[in-house]
């Protein structure tokens, strides 16, 4: 690990203060050999963090469960396991929000209630929506406040309650299935399959900065997408290559995209 390294991965003065911010709340941890954390991470956030500490002791990445795309980066001493991150003095907590099943709300909902009440973006995780519930996860010293002042989202009266994280509720994701051969893996024959958008329209977003691999933005056209890469494309959704099956007769590449709905 080196704080010198802060100057070579950010790629605005943005990245340079967020590292910094990263630096200073996990060196503390560290040197004090007590617990520590950052707040809620993007993925590309994440990334540049992973290059910046590298695979030093005592650091995870957790945002709740599994496969939250939103986390932490954790400091844990080496008197903590990782059960301490389930704990009731863990640094993130799930708030269930419960509502009527006959209204719909969307992710952007909660979002925009959150950011309503004050909350900034870096203390929410990610936000899970299902029929008639919502669970978000949340910075711990954040969860009081919500439980007391947050009733509504858009304008549907929601009851909130504080749960374990053992209690989340990730909801299934819904896709549709795409089979289809491919001339190559280029990112934008797979956009273009995925989507069911002309090949142009695919090069075209992926230039002005619309496209993400699994959370990282990527203005490569050509860009080899590998098997179980998820590619989100700004205004239509997400995506993911689920399936390589091999060369057809013809040289065409069978593949089966899973498109989220």
């Known amino acids: ?38 707040a809620f991470l993007s993925p590309r956030e994440q990334e540049m963090a992973r290059y910046l500490f590298g695979d030093a002791d005592g650091l995870y990445f ?4 599994e496969d939250a795309e939103r986390k932490m980066l954790v400091y844990l001493p080496d008197y903590l396991d990782e ?7 863990a640094p993130l907590t799930c708030i269930h929000a419960a509502f009527y099943e006959g209204d719909s709300l969307s992710h952007r909902d909660f979002l925009g209630s ?19 519930y919502c669970d978000f996860l949340v910075t711990s010293e954040i969860a009081s406040y919500l439980l007391q002042n947050l009733n509504s989202a858009g304008r549907t009266k929601i009851h909130l309650t504080q749960i374990p994280l053992s209690g989340l509720q990730p909801p299934v994701a819904e896709t549709t299935r795409i089979k289809d051969t491919l001339a190559s893996l280029r ?8 989507f069911r958008i ?11 900065g619309k496209v993400a691999i699994d959370g990282l933005p990527c203005e490569k056209p050509d860009k080899t997408v590998a098997e179980g890469c998820k590619i989100s494309l700004r205004g239509m959704g ?10 057809t007769k013809k040289g065409r590449i069978s593949v089966v995209i899973d498109r989220y709905v």
């Open 1 to 38: 690990m080196d704080r010198n390294n802060i100057d070579k991965i950010a790629q605005s003065g943005e990245d340079r203060i967020l590292l910094a911010k990263l630096w200073d709340k996990i060196q503390t941890g560290m040197r004090k050999n007590i617990p520590s954390n950052t």
């Open 62 to 65: 957790w945002g709740g469960y």
């Open 83 to 89: 059960d301490a991150l389930y704990q009731e003095d």
């Open 114 to 132: 959150l950011m309503g009440a004050g909350i900034t973006r870096e203390s929410v995780g990610d936000i899970l929506v299902g029929k008639g």
């Open 187 to 194: 990112l934008d024959n797979v956009i273009s399959t995925g």
């Open 198 to 208: 002309s090949r142009a329209q695919a090069n075209q977003a992926i230039l002005a």
């Open 238 to 247: 997400k995506i993911t290559l689920s399936t390589i099956n091999g060369q």
